[in-house]
């Protein structure tokens, strides 16, 4: 890993089927972040288990997401690309975060409230303090930049919050640098085939409703010949689709995979029926997503490839993770024997 770039960490969680959304929304950027910046990308196994995973599915989601990345083109080679449990400083760090964050800080997480739902008393531990584990993830390396969903930037505050109440109590002013979100722009949020209101989601109970990494053409094509639609031919410009959020999608769904604005998709489709424009919208769904589709079914009947991979992003990410630890330990005054 070069040094002279600044540093990127992002993870994403193995819990279940990746699909158009987790690749336009993150690991799409994760691939062109690989020419600017130095990047970690971490399967953050850790964070899965903070609700209940099987440990076959969890291993098995955790190469799926592994192989992804590569899949996708980042380079391991380069880049880091590890999962969480294989580098303990993420626990380390995290413990001492446990001292520094306020339980009022996390009372105010939304995230926390909307997965643990109307039962706090059932939720885990881990799921309340999730959040220090993210803000361990990032500083455990002083990442500065972090690629993150709207739906992460409290939890990037609450990150930037540690890094600042750390500095300050313990009397190091830069000790922990703070951390900035490198958000998506607004078109990369992919909704829900069967719902343009709501996000594309692996938890949605009808597989219909997103278009999944591993989907074959066939798979695509049908979702895609499915997707909710409105009885309106196409406007010319994004205006004309202010109410019409179904539309909105596809249309913002082949603008991201085009790599052009959505206006100038609709320049191209306007007063098209949806029948045209959804077998387009299909030909390059399939033309971007099967290589990508292909490569991960390759790499998922290699699972040693994988796990090698994970386990030399480890040992690379404990090499720049562990002489940051030592200065924290010494910083909070822990004994440690030096070697
Ligand atoms: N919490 C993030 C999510 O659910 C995943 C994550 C864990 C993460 N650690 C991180 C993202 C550090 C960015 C940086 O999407």
């Given at each position: 890993m070069s040094t002279h770039k600044p540093l990127v960490f992002s993870g994403v969680q193995p819990t279940g089927n990746l699909h158009l959304g987790n690749y336009l929304g993150a690991i799409r950027n994760f691939v062109k972040l690989q020419k600017s910046y130095s990047c970690l990308y971490c399967v953050v196994d850790m964070h899965a288990i903070t609700v209940w995973q099987e440990p076959g599915e969890l291993r098995n989601a955790t190469r799926e997401v592994a192989s992804a990345f590569i899949a996708a083109g980042v380079d391991p080679e380069t880049h880091i690309i590890f999962n969480q449990s294989q580098v303990?400083?993420?626990?380390?760090?995290?413990?001492?975060?446990?001292?520094?964050?306020?339980?009022?800080?996390?009372?105010?997480?939304?995230?926390?409230?909307?997965?643990?739902?109307?039962?706090?008393?059932?939720?885990?531990?881990?799921?309340?303090?999730?959040?220090?584990?993210?803000?361990?993830?990032?500083?455990?390396?002083?990442?500065?930049?972090?690629?993150?969903?709207?739906?992460?930037?409290?939890?990037?505050?609450?990150?930037?919050?540690?890094?600042?109440?750390?500095?300050?109590?313990?009397?190091?002013?830069?000790?922990?640098?703070?951390?900035?979100?490198?958000l998506q722009p607004e078109g990369a949020r992919i909704m829900s085939l069967k719902d343009g209101t709501k996000k594309m989601s692996k938890s949605d109970p009808s597989d219909q409703s997103r278009i999944n990494l591993n989907d074959d053409a066939d798979a695509i094509a049908k979702k895609i010949r499915r997707a909710r639609t409105d009885p309106e031919p196409l406007p010319d410009t994004m205006a004309g689709l202010a109410s019409r959020p179904e539309a909105r999608n596809l249309i913002g769904i082949f603008a991201a995979l085009d790599d052009k604005t959505a206006d100038e998709v609709l320049r191209e489709f306007a007063g098209a029926e949806f029948s045209r424009f959804k077998a387009q919208l299909t030909d390059l769904c399939v033309d971007r997503l099967g290589p990508i589709g292909a490569e991960m079914k390759r790499l998922t009947a290699d699972p040693a490839y994988v796990e090698g991979v994970l386990a030399r992003g480890a040992a690379r990410a404990r090499a720049i993770a562990t002489p940051i630890l030592a200065e924290v330990f010494d910083v909070v005054g822990f004994i440690r024997a030096k070697n």
């Open positions: 303990p400083e993420h626990a380390e760090l995290a413990w001492i975060f446990n001292c520094v964050a306020r339980i009022g800080w996390l009372n105010r997480m939304t995230q926390f409230k909307d997965k643990a739902g109307s039962n706090r008393e059932k939720a885990s531990v881990g799921l309340y303090a999730y959040p220090n584990l993210m803000a361990a993830d990032i500083l455990a390396y002083r990442a500065t930049h972090v690629p993150i969903g709207e739906d992460q930037t409290q939890h990037l505050e609450l990150a930037r919050d540690i890094a600042q109440k750390f500095n300050t109590d313990f009397g190091v002013p830069d000790f922990f640098p703070q951390p900035e979100a490198l």
